[in-house]
């Protein structure tokens, strides 16, 4: 069974519904992966989360571990930087991939934007989004153009609005795992 890891926020961990609900799990037992969720709540290229870890940190953790894919989910924590200092946002998740990629240059990396709500994704979306698909791209890995899966989906959503409920992460879970599928994208051979 290849060897996968994700990189992400709260929805990555599955924020506030069962662990096994969360979108990465979901996507990697219908890939076949076992998948090890480094997600943390509230964290970001260039935020730390609720334990102090922000995406590098993370990267830290998937160089450890050696996967053979690890996934990227852009986040909606990056979007108070990205609105005042887009360049931080830039170079921090640049920075990242890039030793990620050093690190690891036999595993699979993919990418894909930050999940939102129901409502319309802002315009500042596209400072981070932009910053991972081509840092990711530019890395010789994959990106996932998956778009707002719960646009005009609220029932998919938790009452926060920012969260999706156990059908919503069910939903981008599938959603995942479709695009990879679709797209042909294999896990890295596996580490010695």
């Known amino acids: 069974m290849p060897s996968a890891a994700v990189i992400g926020d709260s929805i990555a961990i599955g924020w506030n519904v069962p662990a096994d609900d969360a979108w990465p799990l979901i996507a990697a037992d219908r890939l076949g992966w076992n998948l090890t969720d480094l997600g943390e709540g509230g964290a970001g290229f260039t935020k730390p989360g609720v334990n102090t870890h922000d995406f590098d940190d993370q990267v830290s953790a998937v160089i450890r571990l050696r996967p053979q894919v690890v996934i990227i989910a852009a986040t909606i924590n990056d979007a108070a930087t990205a609105k005042v200092a887009p360049g ?14 050093n690190a ?7 990418g894909m934007g ?19 698909k081509n840092a990711v791209l530019g890395a010789g890995g994959h990106w996932l153009a998956i778009g707002q899966t719960f646009l005009g989906r609220a029932d998919l959503m938790q009452t926060d609005g920012i969260h999706p409920n156990a059908a919503g992460q069910t939903l981008l879970g599938k959603t995942v795992a479709d695009a990879i599928a ?7 051979p596996a580490s010695e």
Do not use: C, H, Y
């Open 88 to 101: 931080t946002v830039k170079t921090a998740t640049q920075a990242s991939v890039d030793r990620l990629s």
């Open 104 to 110: 690891l240059p036999d595993t699979t990396v993919i």
């Open 114 to 132: 930050a999940v939102w709500g129901a409502m319309a994704a802002p315009a500042v979306t596209s400072v981070m989004d932009d910053a991972l």
């Open 182 to 188: 679709k797209a042909g994208i294999e896990p890295g």
